[in-house]
């Protein structure tokens, strides 16, 4: 068996291994309770706000591509639909990162498509972080000493790590090359060097924009969270929530689990239980983020059937 083969079955292990733990704590009976007691009003506007989240997250990437040959924001928004569902359905083959950059990369190039996704999650994690940063003082007692360490260290180690690949990239490639000789045929490939120099590349002006607009897609991420939270009768200021959610997509971009199954479910458990929420009323809530996800992927997967991206599988494989 390959590794590669072997990492695509230790990945659903981690999220079985995960659930059964979670719901041996919990019992399904508390959690169906829970999801059976919630409000379908508030599950609709999660549903709506979550669907505005994926345009606003379409229009920043559409900043971060640049060019006037660049997709329009109806197609990147359908990638991104199309990406949910390659997450969600095929975990163990093309990532929906990979069809993101590889449908782009027929009008932008390979390497301005890859490091513009590469930029899409960094300045996605920045925002949310800095945000989450400035809301720190307002939910009060709820915050444990631990959560309110783990988001300062994020808010300031994301824009750090940004900045020195941007400044040092080339420079890091060089003394790689020097150092590590058999390391000179990756590190001085030429799409290696014009992926740095793309990421490298953008201007003042853009990375403000999208940052704006990614503080706008922070904050209706966490309103997602506030209406799953209300319709199962959870009572939590928006405030924690904004400050959780850099946490939740920091855990989330740790590639040990299927979609984030079993590492939602048991970051959900860590960072919601001290907040006074119960296990079962965490878990319900992160089954219902969960549903969230699978209906987008659905979509993207009729939108794929509609769009067509044979040539970008072809293209990725």
Sequence with gaps: MSKKHAYSLIKPLVSLILLVVIFARTGWQNVIHVLASGQLVWFGLAIGVYVAGVFVRAVRWRILLGKPATPGLGRL???????????????????????????????????????????????????????????LPLPGNRVSPLIALVAGVIAVGTPAIFWLLARYATAGLNTLSRTLPFLRPV??????????????????????QAFIVSLVFAISNAVTYVCIGEALHIDLPLAYYVLVSPIITLVLLIPISVNGLGTRDAAYQVLFIPAGVTSDGALAMSLAYHALNLLAAVAGGVVYVIIGTSE???RSE
């Design 187 to 208: 590190a001085g490939h030429h799409k290696v060097r014009e992926f740095i120099v793309a990421l490298t590349a953008y201007a003042p002006r853009d990375l403000v």
């Design 312 to 314: 970008t599988l072809a």
């Design 77 to 135: 928004t359908a990638m991104y639909f199309v990406s949910f569902f390659f997450n969600s359905f095929l975990p163990t083959g093309i990532g929906g990162d990979v069809v993101r950059v590889t449908e782009v990369a027929r009008s932008t190039g390979i390497s301005t498509a890859a490091s513009s996704v590469i930029a899409d999650r960094t300045i996605g994690l920045l925002s949310a972080s800095l945000l989450a940063l400035l809301v």
